[in-house]
């Protein structure tokens, strides 16, 4: 979609200036991998207009490849508009009938020729119309079960705004537990689970390999198996936090492409939520190779110390 966000942290009726951007939560975590030096595909529909060129334009320009997005001459793009608030960050959809809610179990095919090693996909979709659920049901029909070799990673990314949670909690729990890895927020499972803490949920869903449940400011728990590893946020001046979610899941994955530890898996997560709730926008460059190297190698007291406090001429692991 396109995003628009008044260009200082303001109440969207008090602004007069504003920022057009290009948002969404998975092609999100492909601009982040491709700039962590993965390759990352994204698959889409958007509107052949202005909106989705720009879009289209700006996802590409990540790195990303758009060879699989269609363009459609009938529908638009979508349209979402962030409203800064002192309580915390509204968002408002315009995307009814958009051309993304168009995509359908066909569009996969291309991606299914050449399977990738992941898929990632979120809760965000099967709530945008009947084919968009179906297209989510059909990647966990051909790809789920680690039987393709292709770990399905999920974001829960429940949005009150799309669906109720009375309707979607049972259908995002049983996509949760078909996925390899779920990300979930705890805020958002309790709205949607009751669940209260990371091992309560984790008794909820048992199903996948892997489970990373965030808790905000605290921290975030990784339960992989039988083991369990919590690795604390980084202390961040919070500038506004829709997108941080997003820059987490890619930071993770990108720790499990490289096949690194629980720990810096969760660290890189971090390092790039911090960068994203350090702006308005919800993409921001990742942190550089030096800065990355650096806080994989930290003792736990020096990491939670925060950037602001590490020694740069420290030679850490290349990542």
């Not at 259908?171 to 499972?189: H, I, M, N, S």
Request: charged share 20%; hydrophobic share 45%; proline share 8%.
């Amino acid at each position: 979609m396109a995003m628009v966000v008044p260009s200082r942290p303001q109440p969207l009726e008090e602004a007069s200036e504003f920022a057009l951007h290009s948002g969404g939560a998975e092609s999100n975590v492909a601009m982040y991998l491709a700039g962590l030096g993965h390759r990352a595909g994204w698959v889409s529909r958007l509107g052949d207009d202005p909106l989705g060129r720009r879009v289209l334009r700006d996802v590409a320009a990540a790195g990303v490849d758009t060879s699989l997005v269609e363009l459609d001459q009938t529908a638009p793009t979508g349209v979402y508009f962030k409203d800064p608030q002192p309580s915390g960050t509204k968002v408002f959809y315009y995307r009814r009938g958009s051309a993304a809610s168009y995509m359908r179990a066909e569009s996969l095919r291309p991606l299914l020729a050449r399977p990738p090693r992941v898929v990632h996909v979120s809760g965000i979709t099967p709530a945008l119309s009947s084919s968009c659920a179906e297209m989510i049901e059909e990647v966990f029909r051909l790809l789920g079960g680690g039987a393709s070799g292709v770990l399905i990673s999920f974001d829960v990314n429940y949005r009150p705004a799309l669906w109720p949670a009375a309707s979607a909690a049972p259908t995002l729990a049983r996509l949760a537990r078909k996925a390899g890895v779920v990300f979930v927020g705890l805020d958002e499972a309790e709205v949607l689970w009751g669940a209260r803490t990371a091992g309560e949920l984790r008794g909820m869903l048992s199903g996948p390999r892997t489970l990373v449940v965030k808790d905000g400011s605290l921290g975030a728990t990784e339960f992989d198996g039988p083991q369990e590893t919590f690795v604390a946020s980084l202390p961040v001046q919070v500038s506004e936090p829709v997108g941080a979610g997003d820059a987490f899941a890619a930071g993770w994955l990108s720790g499990w492409l490289r096949e690194l530890p629980s720990v810096q898996r969760l660290r890189l997560g971090h390092l790039l939520a911090a960068a994203a709730l350090s702006s308005t926008a919800d993409h921001q460059a990742p942190p550089p190779p030096q800065l990355v190297s650096v806080a994989l190698s930290l003792d736990e007291k020096a990491w939670a110390a925060g950037p602001s406090t590490w020694d740069f001429t420290a030679r850490g692991p290349t990542t």
